[in-house]
C-alpha cells in the first residue's frame, strides 16, 4: 500500500498540497463529522480533494479560497444536522433519553411516524423529518397538526390527543438539542410555549353496573385482571402504578402508592375490599416461582414484574371478548377506572392530583342542594 506523499508548500496551510498540478485541500474528516454527502478514502481524507487554484497563485487568493470551502464545508454540515430528522435521532441516542421509561420509548416509537408527514421544501415534495431547525416554526407545525388530525378523522379515530402527543415529542426532542447539539444555530425551542389542539373532554362515568359486568368477564380471559382492576379502582391509581406496587408496599397502615405525572404519593388505608383484593393478587403467587426478594404484588409470567405490554395484550382480548358478548359500549379501558376512583371517592385527595385535575377526572354528575 503507497502512502500518500505529502508536498509542502509556500502556503503553509493545514491539508493544503500540490496535487497533479493543481493546489488541493484534502482535509482529514472525523468519523463524527463524516454526514451523508461526505466522501472519504480508506484512511479517512476527503474525496475528491477540492481544487484551490495552481502552485504559484497569489496567497492572499489562496487564502480566501481556502476559508471558503472551510465554511461550505461547515455550512453543509449545520444543515444536514440541522434537519429535524437528525435531531430527534440524536435526541433517541443519548443518555437522556435512554433514561426515559421503558413504557415511553415504547409510544415513542409512534409518535415518531410525524416525521413522515408529506410537505414541500423550495416547492419540491419532501417530509417534515427534511426540514432544518431554522425553518420550523409554530405555524407550521400547527398546520401540520391540523392536517394529521384531519386524516385521523376521516379514518375514525379522535385523534386530538394523538397528535398533541407528537407535538410534545418533537418540542422534547429540539429542547434536548438546543442543551446538547452543538452549533445547531438556535438557542431557543422555537416551538415552546405552542398552542395545543383542544381535546374533547372526559365525560364518560363508569356506573357499578358496569364495572361489574366487566369485572366478571374478566375472570375468564386472565387470573390477574380482577385483583389489578380493584387495586386500581380502589386506590385511584394509573395501570402502570398498579403494577408498580410491590409486597412491601402492603404495610400496616395501608399500601404505599408510587405515582408518576407529578401526581403525589400517599397511602390509601385499608378496607375490607381492598383487603380482598391484596389477598387476591398475593394467591396468584404460589403459581409462580418468585424471582424478587420484594416481589411485585401483580406478579407476571416468569415470577418478576408483570411487563405493561402483557397486560395491555390481556386487555385487548377482554374488550374482543366483550365485543363477541354484545357488550361494546360497556367495555372500559383501565385509565377509566381512574377517574371512577376519583368521581366516587368521599376524599378528593385519592389520586394525588393537583386541584385542576381532581375536577378532570371527576365524571360523575353529583347532586346538589337547591340555593334558599
Known amino acids: 500500500m503507497t502512502r500518500q506523499r505529502k508536498i509542502k508548500t509556500k502556503y503553509n496551510i493545514k491539508y493544503v498540497h500540490e496535487a497533479n498540478g493543481r493546489l488541493v485541500y484534502r482535509p482529514y474528516i472525523k468519523k463524527s463529522e463524516r454526514y451523508?454527502?461526505?466522501?472519504?478514502?480508506?484512511?479517512?481524507?476527503?474525496?475528491?480533494?477540492?481544487?484551490?487554484?495552481?502552485?504559484g497563485d497569489d496567497a492572499d487568493l489562496i487564502m480566501r479560497a481556502y476559508l471558503a470551502v472551510k465554511n461550505q464545508l461547515k455550512n453543509q454540515d449545520r444543515i444536514i444536522k440541522g434537519t429535524l430528522g437528525y435531531i430527534v435521532q440524536e435526541y433517541q441516542d443519548s443518555r437522556q433519553y435512554k433514561n426515559k421509561a421503558a413504557?415511553?420509548?415504547?409510544?415513542?416509537?409512534?409518535?415518531?411516524?410525524?416525521?413522515?408527514q408529506k410537505t414541500r421544501i423550495d416547492n419540491k415534495p419532501s417530509t417534515l423529518s427534511d426540514i432544518h431547525i431554522d425553518f420550523i416554526t409554530k405555524p407550521l407545525i400547527n398546520a401540520i397538526a391540523e392536517k394529521r388530525l384531519a386524516v385521523y378523522k376521516q379514518n375514525g379515530r379522535k385523534g386530538e390527543v394523538q397528535v398533541n402527543r407528537e407535538i410534545t415529542f418533537l418540542s422534547g426532542a429540539i429542547s434536548w438539542a438546543v442543551n446538547y447539539l452543538p452549533n445547531l444555530g438556535i438557542n431557543v425551542n422555537p416551538l415552546l410555549g405552542i398552542k395545543k389542539i383542544k381535546e374533547p373532554k372526559n365525560e364518560r362515568y363508569v356506573t357499578d353496573e358496569e364495572y361489574y359486568k366487566q369485572y366478571k368477564i374478566s375472570s375468564e380471559v386472565s387470573p390477574y385482571l380482577q385483583p389489578a382492576f380493584e387495586l386500581t379502582?380502589?386506590?385511584?391509581?394509573?395501570?402502570?402504578?398498579?403494577?408498580?406496587?410491590?409486597?412491601?408496599?402492603?404495610?400496616?397502615?395501608?399500601?404505599?402508592?408510587?405515582?408518576?405525572?407529578?401526581?403525589?404519593?400517599n397511602i390509601v388505608e385499608w378496607s375490607e375490599r381492598l383487603k380482598n383484593a391484596y389477598e387476591h393478587?398475593?394467591?396468584?403467587?404460589?403459581?409462580?416461582?418468585?424471582?424478587?426478594?420484594?416481589?411485585?404484588?401483580?406478579i407476571g409470567d416468569t415470577g418478576g414484574k408483570m411487563p405493561k405490554s402483557t397486560f395491555d395484550d390481556a386487555m385487548q382480548r377482554l374488550k374482543r371478548k366483550m365485543s363477541s358478548k354484545g357488550l361494546s359500549n360497556t367495555y372500559w379501558s383501565l385509565h377509566k377506572l381512574k377517574s371512577k376512583a376519583q368521581s366516587d371517592a368521599k376524599n378528593k385527595d385519592i389520586s394525588g392530583l393537583s386541584e385542576s385535575m381532581k375536577r378532570h377526572y371527576d365524571t360523575k354528575l353529583h347532586k346538589v342542594d337547591p340555593a334558599r
Open 281 to 298: 393478587a398475593l394467591l396468584l403467587h404460589k403459581d409462580h416461582k418468585i424471582l424478587e426478594i420484594d416481589p411485585h404484588l401483580i
Open 36 to 55: 451523508e454527502g461526505i466522501i472519504v478514502d480508506k484512511k479517512g481524507f476527503l474525496k475528491p480533494p477540492i481544487k484551490l487554484g495552481k502552485p
Open 233 to 265: 379502582y380502589l386506590m385511584g391509581l394509573r395501570g402502570s402504578e398498579t403494577l408498580d406496587i410491590r409486597v412491601s408496599d402492603c404495610t400496616d397502615a395501608g399500601i404505599r402508592t408510587h405515582r408518576r405525572k407529578g401526581s403525589k404519593d
Open 103 to 116: 413504557s415511553s420509548q415504547k409510544r415513542d416509537k409512534n409518535l415518531i411516524r410525524v416525521l413522515e
